[in-house]
Nanobody
Framework: QVQVVESGGGLVQAGGSLRLSCAASGRTGGTFAMGWFRQAPGKEREFVAAIDWSGISRAYTDSVKGRFTISRDKAKNTVDLQMNSLEPEDTAVYYC?????????????????WGKGTLVTVSS
């Protein structure tokens, strides 16, 4: 089993930046891909960004392209989400996720592991 724990959430003004980190432990070998989802108040959880095991292939939802960057440190088993030019609409609980493939970690139904989430609040 793989466990993931998020950190780095907080309060930031619009236009500012935050960096989220996700630490994975357990059986993370093989082709374990990781990603981020978010759930805003009153809305369904949605995919944000994903990265494959090699750290080469990435995927983003359209609303964060050009503002968010996902990266991976295989030696440390961590995945970071650098969030720039934050907007109030980015306010949400952000969840780290893990799955067996890059395609899988973009779909909630195929995620094997979820973190407990970290809150990001962007004030206007």
């Amino acid at each position: 089993q793989v466990q993931v724990v998020e950190s780095g959430g907080g309060l930031v003004q619009a236009g500012g930046s935050l960096r989220l980190s996700c630490a994975a432990s357990g059986r993370t070998g093989g082709t374990f891909a990781m990603g981020w989802f978010r759930q805003a108040p009153g809305k369904e959880r949605e995919f944000v960004a994903a990265i494959d095991w090699s750290g080469i292939s990435r995927a983003y939802t359209d609303s964060v392209k050009g503002r968010f960057t996902i990266s991976r440190d295989k030696a440390k088993n961590t995945v970071d989400l650098q969030m720039n030019s934050l907007e109030p609409e980015d306010t949400a609980v952000y969840y780290c996720a893990g799955a067996l493939s890059l395609e899988g970690v973009q779909r909630q139904s195929r995620v094997n592991t979820w973190g407990k989430g970290t809150l990001v609040t962007v004030s206007s």
